[in-house]
T-cell receptor, first 110, second 112 residues
Framework: SQELEQSPQSLIVQEGKNLTINCTSSKTLYGLYWYKQKYGEGLIFLMMLQKGGEEKSHEKITAKLDEKKQQSSLHITASQPSHAGIYLCGAISGNTPLVFGKGTRLSVIA | NAGVTQTPKFQVLKTGQSMTLQCAQDMNHNSMYWYRQDPGMGLRLIYYSASEGTTDKGEVPNGYNVSRLNKREFSLRLESAAPSQTSVYFC???????????FGPGTRLTVT
C-alpha cells in the first residue's frame, strides 16, 4: 500500500521567513493534494497537483510535484502567523480514497 | 451551502457505552469517508462509501460500523466504546474516490 512521509514533522519559523515542507511517496505519484488544518478544526483544501513538474501558487504558498522523485514540496514565502497550522499531503491512489501523510505542524513566531 | 456537517461536536462516553456519529453533505457527492486523527498518527481511514449502497473498510475499521443512510448521510457507530477510541473523528465527502475531499469540522470524542 502507498505511504506518504512528510518532513519535517514540525517546524517553528520566525515571521517573515521562508519555509519548505516535503511529502515523499513510497509509490508513483499520480496526483497529490495539499490541505491545511487549523488547530482543532477540519481540513481546508489548498491545491491539487496532477502532472510531473506542475507548480501551483495560492497567495504566498507554492506547491510543486516532482514525479521522478515521487515527491511534492510546499513552499511558503514570507511566513505570517496566519500560516500556522498542520499541513497534510494526500495522494491519489487509483480509484481508492486518498492516502494521507501524518502532517507537518507549523508554528510562526513574531 | 453548509458543506459537510457533523454532530455532535464533542462527546464524552464511558467504556462500554455506544453512540452514533452523524455526518451529512449537501454537495451531491457520491463518496463519503470517516477518519480518525490521533497525535502523531495523521489521518487514518476507518470506513468509506464509494457510492450510495456500498461501504468498505479502511485502515482501522475494528470496533466501528457504518451506515450509508442515503446519498447525503453517512453515520459511524461505536457499539461498545473503548478508551483506545478516544480521538477526533472527521467525516469527508468527494465526487468519487481519489477526487478532492471536503471535510467536516470534526467530533472530539473522549472515552473514559
Amino acid at each position: 500500500s502507498q505511504e506518504l512521509e512528510q518532513s519535517p514533522q514540525s517546524l517553528i519559523v520566525q515571521e517573515g521567513k521562508n519555509l519548505t515542507i516535503n511529502c515523499t511517496s513510497s509509490k508513483t505519484l499520480y496526483g497529490l493534494y495539499w490541505y491545511k488544518q487549523k488547530y482543532g478544526e477540519g481540513l481546508i483544501f489548498l491545491m491539487m497537483l496532477q502532472k510531473g513538474g506542475e507548480e501551483k501558487s495560492h497567495e504566498k504558498i507554492t506547491a510543486k510535484l516532482d514525479e521522478k522523485k515521487q515527491q511534492s514540496s510546499l513552499h511558503i514565502t514570507a511566513s505570517q502567523p496566519s500560516h500556522a497550522g498542520i499541513y497534510l499531503c494526500g495522494a491519489i491512489s487509483g480509484n481508492t480514497p486518498l492516502v494521507f501523510g501524518k502532517g507537518t505542524r507549523l508554528s510562526v513566531i513574531a | 451551502n453548509a458543506g459537510v456537517t457533523q454532530t455532535p461536536k464533542f462527546q464524552v462516553l464511558k467504556t462500554g457505552q455506544s453512540m452514533t456519529l452523524q455526518c451529512a453533505q449537501d454537495m451531491n457527492h457520491n463518496s463519503m469517508y470517516w477518519y480518525r486523527q490521533d497525535p502523531g498518527m495523521g489521518l487514518r481511514l476507518i470506513y468509506y462509501s464509494a457510492s450510495e449502497g456500498t461501504t468498505d473498510k479502511g485502515e482501522v475499521p475494528n470496533g466501528y460500523n457504518v451506515s450509508r443512510l442515503n446519498k447525503r448521510e453517512f453515520s459511524l457507530r461505536l457499539e461498545s466504546a473503548a478508551p483506545s477510541q478516544t480521538s477526533v473523528y472527521f467525516c469527508a465527502s468527494s465526487d468519487l474516490p481519489g477526487y478532492e475531499q471536503y471535510f467536516g469540522p470534526g467530533t472530539r470524542l473522549t472515552v473514559t
